[in-house]
């Protein structure tokens, strides 16, 4: 029997030409290059660029003599340094407005059943990116730069440069976000088919080692941060397979004819 007239598909005419999802993508992007330039001013003006570094410079100056500061080797640095830190804080201000634009750009084409799906997970994916921040600012850098300043003789005087700092830190911050992430593509996975639960537990196994792997190759060489890594996304794993049975529910099954 076929079809009912009344059940046609929601996403019928909403076709678009190929310049119009290029002229969608353009003010997507610049809708969300104006936010990110409206929080660089904001934090421009406070905290500014200087109490930016002092936030993110807390971890390692606990592990340095009281009078001691990070120094600045090159040439511009002094200049370029602190612009990079106001730009990285400005696009993590501005996180869920970018995922938000993304969400907007390709919502036309969803049903509306995904549509309710999306919007969960972008904010579970933006507080999952902020925990891994947080985390490592509040926690494994401290705990990283007191392994590795029991190593260093007496006779050496620990300044470290300021970019090589930061560029070291934002490479944690980055790897700790995306690492944080691992709920949302387990339950991403599930929700397209790609794989079911049992097939999740039975990678467990594997999955460990595979965080011990890039754990390994992200972080820094010490136990510490790799530790800190690793063992996260192991939690975030099973997280992940818990999150899969709330989010995905199981399609009943159709009904036999007697």
Request: with cysteine; proline share 8%.
């Amino acid at each position: 029997m076929s079809d009912s007239p009344n059940s046609t598909d929601e996403l019928a005419g909403t076709e678009q030409p190929f310049v119009q999802h290029l002229v969608e993508l353009r003010d997507r992007l610049l809708y969300g290059v104006i936010g990110l330039a409206l929080c660089m001013i904001a934090l421009a003006l406070w905290p500014g660029p200087g109490g930016l570094i002092d936030l993110i410079a807390v971890p390692i100056k606990a592990h340095m003599p009281p009078d001691a500061k990070l120094i600045a080797v090159g040439v511009f640095s002094p200049f370029f340094v602190p612009l990079k830190v106001l730009a990285m804080a400005a696009f993590l201000l501005s996180l869920p407005w970018w995922m938000y634009q993304a969400w907007a750009f390709v919502a036309p084409g969803l049903y509306s059943h995904e549509k309710r799906f999306a919007i969960p997970l972008i904010v579970l994916g933006s507080l999952l990116a902020y925990v891994g921040i947080a985390f490592v600012q509040f926690f494994v850098l401290d705990k990283m730069f007191g392994f590795i300043q029991q190593f260093t003789p007496a006779s050496v005087a620990a300044t470290p440069d300021i970019a090589s700092y930061v560029e070291a830190i934002l490479s944690l911050y980055l790897a700790f976000g995306l690492a944080f992430q691992v709920p949302i593509v387990v339950i991403l996975l599930v929700k397209m088919g790609m794989v079911t639960i049992q097939k999740l537990k039975d990678f467990r196994g594997y999955f460990i080692v595979i965080a011990f792997i890039i754990a390994a190759v992200v972080t820094p060489p010490d136990v510490i941060s790799q530790l800190a890594l690793a063992v996260p996304m192991c939690i975030l794993y099973e997280l992940g397979i818990w999150g899969a049975r709330w989010f995905v529910k199981p399609k009943p099954e159709s009904a036999e004819d007697d």
